[in-house]
C-alpha cells in the first residue's frame, strides 16, 4: 500500500507564507509526477501546482507559489507567498504512482488526507 501524509498548514495572515510537504511511502515503484489540489466551500477541487516532466501552476497562483521536489525522501512542497484570502482551503497532496504487483505493474492516482489553510484578511 502506499500512504501520502501532508503537513504545513495553519493559519496565517494575508501576506504571508506558509510550506507545505508531503511525503509518500509503501511499496513504491516509481513516482511519475506530484502535484498540489485545493478545495473550498462551494468549489470543485482545482490543480495548484504540478511536477512532473514540466512544471505547472494555476493562474491564480503563479508567481506566488512555488512547487518542489526531493525525490530521494519521495516528497514533494508548495512554498505559498503573498497569501490571500482567496487561497483559503484544504490542501491535497497527489501522486502518480507505479507499483509493482505479482504479473507487473499498475499505476494510478494517490490522495493524502489534506490540510487546511486559512488566511485572514
Known amino acids: 500500500q502506499v500512504q501520502l501524509v501532508e503537513s504545513g498548514g495553519g493559519l496565517v495572515q494575508a501576506g504571508g507564507s506558509l510550506r507545505l510537504s508531503c511525503a509518500a511511502s509503501?511499496?513504491?515503484?516509481?513516482?511519475?509526477?506530484m502535484g498540489w489540489y485545493r478545495q473550498a466551500p462551494g468549489k470543485q477541487r482545482e490543480l495548484v501546482a504540478a511536477?512532473?516532466?514540466?512544471?505547472n501552476y494555476a493562474d491564480s497562483v503563479k508567481g506566488r507559489f512555488t512547487i518542489s521536489r526531493d525525490n530521494a525522501k519521495n516528497t514533494v512542497y508548495l512554498q505559498m507567498n503573498s497569501l490571500k484570502p482567496e487561497d483559503t482551503a484544504v490542501y491535497y497532496c497527489?501522486?502518480?504512482?507505479?507499483?509493482?504487483?505479482?504479473?507487473?505493474?499498475?499505476?494510478?492516482?494517490?490522495w493524502g488526507q489534506g490540510t487546511q489553510v486559512t488566511v485572514s484578511s
Open positions: 497527489n501522486a502518480v504512482i507505479r507499483t509493482l504487483q505479482p504479473t507487473g505493474s499498475i499505476i494510478r492516482n494517490y
Open positions: 509503501g511499496s513504491i515503484f516509481s513516482i511519475n509526477a
Open positions: 511536477s512532473g516532466g514540466s512544471t
